[in-house]
């Protein structure tokens, strides 16, 4: 048990599945709404790093006014699920195959798919097969549109904080080891921007980071940037240039990491065809410190009628 009754609550209302993917380690799940739900009226979420499905918590409400069914989980090495130490490259391109195994446990044959941060580049992936035609035959419906959230997908607009790039040197599991929270919420707050965060929210956030040793295989986790630089270039943002499907970038312009010039340059350069929202005031963890903002510049896409 937590001492937040909120993330009690989260984790009763959720469910683990054992995962193939992730060597048998136990992934955390969560599926609201109703399971007879169409593809157009179901929402896959993809969490980012360092956080877990929880950052979804105070919108998730609002977003199932909008779609029958959400479908909610946590990578491994992430919030609830396992975490394991040894012998898992928390590889992206992995952590997509466990997202379509998650997806697959729950019978879902397609949906919308809404990311942020680190699941941008997950997401990017899963367009890389989509437009390869390389997804699973019982994913038949496929994907009905991309939304992509605040992430550093174009490596050289990325304003990496102090820790990530000390996590990714030789040394890296030391500095996990010694982070504390005060590092902890000052690079989130600095991540942010010049945007509200709510202390709480920081606190869950370090709460979830460290459950179940978390803190420990951080060096582990945050290199998915190494696979940002190996398949940015000749593999996801090709992808993003190529698919047919709907595309929504909605970025917040106080990000510090993720900066909006990112969001422009996708938007020029990489998917011109795409909507770009840019939400005022807004910093990365925009879900967490403006969810009544973030919600309305999510839904007021889903809700145009070439998506719905």
């Not at 993330?7 to 048998?24: A, L």
């Not at 019982?138 to 009905?144: A, C, K, L, M, P």
């Not at 030391?174 to 005060?182: F, G, N, T």
């Not at 460290?210 to 190996?230: A, M, P, Q």
Request: overall charge positive; glycine content about 8%.
């Amino acid at each position: 048990m937590f001492n937040d009754p909120e993330i009690n609550n989260w984790k009763t209302k959720g469910s683990y599945i054992k995962s193939i993917e992730s060597r048998d380690n136990f992934i955390f799940t969560q599926a609201l709404g109703k399971p007879s739900a169409s593809p157009d009226k179901t929402l896959l979420l993809l969490h980012g790093f360092p956080e877990s499905s929880f950052s979804y918590h105070l919108v998730a409400h609002g977003l199932l006014g909008r779609f029958d069914r959400i479908i909610l989980f946590d990578f491994p090495g992430y919030g609830l699920s396992d975490k394991p130490k040894k012998g898992y490259s928390y590889s992206l391109l992995k952590q997509a195959d466990v997202a379509l195994e998650v997806w697959k446990h729950y019978g879902v044959t397609g949906g919308h798919l809404l990311a942020h941060d680190m699941g941008d580049s997950v997401a990017t992936e899963l367009i890389a097969r989509e437009v390869e035609q390389s997804l699973p035959d019982w994913f038949s419906d496929g994907f009905q549109s991309y939304t992509l959230t605040n992430g550093s997908m174009v490596l050289k607009f990325a304003k990496l904080r102090i820790i990530q790039k000390l996590l990714l040197t030789r040394v890296g599991w030391l500095i996990a080891k010694l982070a504390s929270k005060r590092v902890f919420e000052h690079q989130v707050r600095s991540a942010n921007g010049e945007a509200p965060l709510d202390q709480q929210e920081i606190d869950r956030l370090w709460t979830m980071n460290i459950h179940n040793d978390g803190r420990s295989i951080t060096h582990h986790t945050i290199k998915y940037l190494l696979d940002r630089k190996l398949y940015e270039e000749k593999r996801w943002l090709p992808a993003l240039s190529n698919t047919k499907l709907p595309v929504h970038l909605c970025w917040g312009d106080k990000d510090n990491v993720a900066k909006v010039e990112m969001a422009h340059y996708l938007k020029k350069e990489i998917c011109p065809k795409a909507q770009l929202t840019i939400m005022d005031g807004v910093g990365h963890f925009g879900q967490l410190g403006s969810p009544q903002k973030w919600l309305s510049s999510v839904l007021a896409y889903y809700n145009n009628k070439e998506v719905s």
